[in-house]
Nanobody, 121 residues
Framework: QVQLVESGGGLVQPGGSLRLSCAASGTIKITSVMGWYRQSPGKERELVAT???????KYGDSVKGRFTVSRDNAKNTVYLQMNVLKPEDAAVYYCNAKVIVWGQYNNREFWGQGTLVTVSS
């Protein structure tokens, strides 16, 4: 019913920047929350940033001041601008959306397939 397609991952040197994008499509009535989580080998998936349709934002502690999340409600797209990247930011980044689909009344959660971010010199 809902697909999330991520783009923008890749290899970057420490101190560099990357921008991730995630577009949601399908039978979407409301995209309540969109955001990003990440997971590196041997670690649990962790919050990077989320943003509601009203613009409320939450960041994980490790990315505050370096990453910026934004969204285009008309396009059901969320972005993650990542600056001053560190080796410990390397992970698979997953797009997440909490969506109310047409014909239903409760939020459902969807995940993208993940995009790899590598931070290395």
């Amino acid at each position: 019913q809902v697909q999330l397609v991520e783009s923008g991952g890749g290899l970057v040197q420490p101190g560099g920047s990357l921008r991730l994008s995630c577009a949601a499509s399908g039978t979407i009535k409301i995209t309540s929350v969109m955001g990003w989580y990440r997971q590196s080998p041997g670690k649990e998936r962790e919050l990077v940033a989320t943003i509601t349709d009203g613009g409320s934002i939450k960041y994980g502690d490790s990315v505050k001041g370096r990453f910026t999340v934004s969204r285009d409600n008309a396009k059901n797209t969320v972005y993650l601008q990542m600056n001053v990247l560190k080796p410990e930011d390397a992970a698979v980044y997953y797009c997440n959306a909490k969506v109310i689909v047409w014909g239903q009344y409760n939020n459902r959660e969807f995940w993208g397939q993940g995009t790899l971010v590598t931070v290395s010199s």
